[in-house]
C-alpha cells in the first residue's frame, strides 16, 4: 500500500530552536532536522519538506501569512498530496492558522503545530507535536474540517483554539467546545467537529490597515480615539457594549467608512446579537451598522483585514461575520 505524501512547510520558531554561538536559542533548525527526531513518522506517510521562513513568530505578520497560504493551497491542489503540515512559533501560530482557515478552502487537511519547549529543554514537546501533526494530515478523517491545530495530544479547529498559557507544553486549548479529536497510540481519533464551516476569501495582496481595541471600565474612549486617528480602514472592538462617548466616536468612524467589527473580551463564546435593545445594547449596535465576530477579538482582526484586503462588500463582510451563528 502505497502511504499517504504529506507535505512540511516550516517558517520556524521555539520547535525550530537551535543552540547560537551566543549562548541563546533562536530559529535554526531545518525541517530535515526536525524529521530526523522522530523516524517512526516514515511508517505513516511520505514526506516533502519546503522551508518558507526560519524565524520567530513575532516576525510572521499577515503579508508572510498570505504567503504561506498561497504556497498550501497551490501544494493541495496536487492530486497526490493528502495534506500539509506547517510548523510555526506559538506566539502568533493561531492567527496564521486562522488565516489559513479563511483564505484556504481545500478539503485537505491544513495542520499547524509548534512547541512550547525548545530542543534544548529537557523533555522538549516539538518532536511528538510534529509527528501528530503529520499523522493528522495523512488521515483521511481530517478532511473538511479546515485548518487544524495539534498541540499536546489533542486536535484543535483554527477557528475555536486560544493560547492559554506562556509555557506549559499543555497551553493550547479550544474552550468553548473542547478539542476535535486526539492522537493515541499513533491513530487519529475525531470525536466532534467544528461548529461550523464558513466561505474562504484569498486575498491578492493584504492593502487592509484593521487594529483592535479592548477598553477598560472607565478608559474613557482612548484607545478607540488613538487607533481610529491612525486611519484605519477597520477596528475591532472587544466589547459587548458601549457607553455614550464611544458609541459616537464609532458612529462617526462607519459614517466616514471605517468598518466597525465586535468581538467578545473573554475569550470563547460568541457574544449575543438581539439580546440587550437598549441604547449601545447588542441590537441598537447592529441596527446601527456595526458588525458581529462569532471568534475571539485576534481572529476577528485576521478575517477583517482579509475582507477588506479583498475588497468585499459591507453587506458581503458582515454575512461572512454574521454566518459565525448559522
Known amino acids: ?59 510572521i505578520g499577515p503579508e508572510e501569512m498570505l504567503q504561506l497560504a ?14 500539509v503540515v506547517v510548523t510555526h512559533g506559538t506566539g502568533t501560530l493561531i492567527q496564521s492558522a486562522y488565516f489559513l482557515d479563511v483564505t484556504v478552502g481545500s478539503p485537505k487537511p491544513i495542520v499547524f503545530t509548534g512547541a512550547m519547549r525548545n530542543p534544548m529543554m529537557l523533555s522538549d514537546d516539538g518532536p511528538g507535536n510534529l509527528f501528530h501533526a503529520i499523522l493528522t494530515a495523512a488521515s483521511p478523517a481530517s478532511r473538511d474540517l479546515g485548518v487544524l491545530v495539534t498541540m499536546s495530544n489533542h486536535i484543535h479547529s483554527a477557528q475555536t483554539v486560544v493560547k492559554t498559557q506562556t509555557s506549559t507544553p499543555g497551553a493550547f486549548v479550544s474552550r468553548e467546545f473542547g478539542p476535535l479529536g486526539t492522537i493515541q497510540e ?38 478607540i480615539r488613538a487607533l481610529l486617528a491612525a486611519g484605519l480602514d477597520g477596528i475591532v472592538v472587544e466589547a459587548q457594549r458601549f457607553g455614550d462617548d464611544d458609541l459616537k466616536m464609532l458612529t462617526d468612524a462607519m459614517a466616514r467608512g471605517v468598518r466597525v467589527v465586535i468581538a467578545s473580551p473573554y475569550g470563547a463564546g460568541r457574544p449575543h446579537l438581539g439580546t440587550y435593545r437598549h441604547k449601545g445594547g447588542e441590537a441598537h449596535l447592529v441596527e446601527l451598522g456595526m458588525i458581529y465576530s462569532g471568534s475571539t477579538g485576534q481572529k476577528a482582526r485576521i478575517k477583517l483585514l482579509v475582507a477588506l484586503s479583498a475588497g468585499l462588500s459591507f453587506d458581503e463582510i458582515r454575512d461572512w461575520f454574521h454566518a459565525e451563528w448559522a
Open 1 to 59: 500500500m502505497t502511504l499517504p505524501l504529506v507535505h512540511v512547510l516550516t517558517t520556524g520558531g521555539t520547535i525550530a530552536g537551535k543552540l547560537q554561538a551566543s549562548g541563546e536559542v533562536a530559529p535554526g533548525l531545518t525541517a530535515e532536522d526536525l524529521l530526523e527526531r522522530i523516524p517512526p513518522v516514515r511508517n505513516h506517510a511520505r514526506l516533502r519538506i519546503e522551508n518558507v521562513f526560519n524565524v520567530a513568530s513575532a516576525f
Open 70 to 83: 498561497r504556497r498550501a493551497r497551490d501544494v493541495l491542489a496536487e492530486p497526490d498530496v493528502a495534506g
Open 186 to 223: 499513533e491513530r487519529v481519533y475525531y470525536a466532534n467537529r467544528p461548529y461550523s464551516r464558513l466561505r474562504t476569501v484569498m486575498p491578492e495582496r493584504i492593502t487592509a490597515r484593521v487594529e483592535r481595541a479592548s477598553p477598560d471600565a472607565g478608559s474613557k474612549g482612548f484607545q
